[in-house]
């Protein structure tokens, strides 16, 4: 078999849904690169493979193109298409999107992006022979097998057990007529290799590593990172506003109403201390500040509760890969008093960050009587933000 006969289809269509707030995880940021572009990258030097098939969430294939594909110069993708509501629906699509079948196609996760080169010619060499083949590593720890009401039933031995992997490599005509049987029967595997086995047909194992791990929640990315040598980016912001005080409003700080004979006057319900807060925030990631995206002229955002303007805010530094670490932050006023108020608004601002409420600091003090705030005329607010990458 020429080299050039082997095929790949990458599947990265998930939709991170164990991933948290964020873009997902086969776009997110490691190591300076996207996910899946990694993936891509070690594909693209394995002279085993002629073409690739990249598999993405529908309505992402332009994006996938035009960002990845494109700036990464990924010259043997033949195509990029939509996947399915399953995963093994998205590995039939990318079946079927080759301009001519391969002798040998390899499947591999495309949030396995630490994948080395030999695991996937292995592979492709073992499939050559076998027909079917799947990148696995040993059990290390004791597994034990438990009944419904979670007591062992048994320890499993351990000398035969295995964790597999991708990359997967099969004959095309193998692994397309072992989809085609599931499609009939309407099975539904959780890799490609049990649609092989259940037709009766040997598959063989190819060691791997156990750096080779697929991404799928906060911890997998910090490992990861790790594995790369990666430190994590932390990026901090520091927020100030201040609003005059006026009759005849309410006094809003951390979405709690604070009773007293003046409010805080303003076009939302100038509430200070989440203003500060999304300050350091939208500073933290390097983003525009608040009256670009709340403009004060905007009848939208009238009387508008500064905690859903936070929550936005929030979705805005997700969408840039960051999440927030810890915020600190201090009222400064003179009346009145805050400091039975303040737990309550901490514990807002966490619920609408996301965060536990102890990485939420909320701080009160006065200025003695002096300037602005002495004199009652307003409220200033100051915060720090800490944000890393998701």
Not at 264 to 275: E, R
Not at 351 to 376: C, D, W, Y
């Amino acid at each position: 078999m020429r080299l050039a006969e082997a095929g790949a289809v990458l599947v990265a269509a998930g939709q991170s849904v164990r991933m948290g707030d964020g873009p997902r995880k086969q776009f997110r940021l490691l190591g300076g690169l996207p996910v899946i572009s990694r993936a891509l990258a070690v594909f693209e030097g394995v002279a085993a493979i002629g073409s690739v098939v990249l598999v993405v969430p529908p309505g992402e294939e332009d994006y996938c193109r035009r960002e990845i594909v494109e700036p990464g110069g990924y010259r043997k993708v033949a195509a990029v298409v939509a996947g399915g509501h399953h995963r093994q629906d998205s590995v039939w699509k990318g079946l079927g999107s080759f301009a001519r079948p391969p002798e040998i196609v390899v499947v591999h996760d495309g949030v396995r992006p630490l994948v080395r080169p030999e695991y996937i010619e292995a592979a492709v060499a073992a499939a050559v022979s076998w027909g079917a083949a799947v990148v696995a590593v040993p059990v290390k720890d004791t597994l034990k097998q438990a009944d419904a009401a979670g007591f062992v039933v048994r320890t499993l031995p351990r000398e035969e057990l295995y964790l597999a992997q991708t990359p997967q490599a099969f004959r095309f005509e193998v692994l397309h007529a072992a989809h085609l049987k599931a499609q009939q029967d309407g099975f539904y595997g959780t890799d490609d290799a049990v649609l092989v086995e259940r037709q009766g047909l040997p598959v063989k194992l190819v060691f791997g590593g156990y750096e080779n791990i697929k991404l799928t929640t906060p911890e997998d990315f910090t490992v990861a990172r790790a594995l790369l040598g990666e430190r994590m980016p932390l990026r901090v912001g520091f927020g100030y506003d201040v609003h005059r005080l006026a009759p005849g409003r309410p006094l809003v700080l951390g979405g709690v109403a604070v009773p007293w004979e003046k409010g805080l006057a303003g076009h939302s319900d100038a509430d200070v201390l989440s203003h500060a807060v999304m300050d350091a925030l939208l500073g933290a990631a390097g983003a525009r500040d608040i009256g670009h995206y709340f403009p004060p002229a905007d009848e939208r955002y009238r009387g508008i509760s500064s905690l859903e303007l936070l929550s936005r805010v929030r979705e805005t530094i997700a969408a840039q890969g960051f999440g927030v670490a810890n915020v600190d932050a201090t009222l400064v006023a003179q009346q009145p008093r805050l400091a039975p108020f303040i737990p309550q608004m901490a514990a807002n601002l966490a619920q609408v960050l996301g965060i536990p409420v102890s990485l939420v600091n909320v701080k009160a003090t006065t200025t003695e009587g002096l300037g602005f705030t002495g004199r009652e005329e307003g409220i200033a607010a100051y915060a720090v933000a800490l944000l890393g990458r998701l």
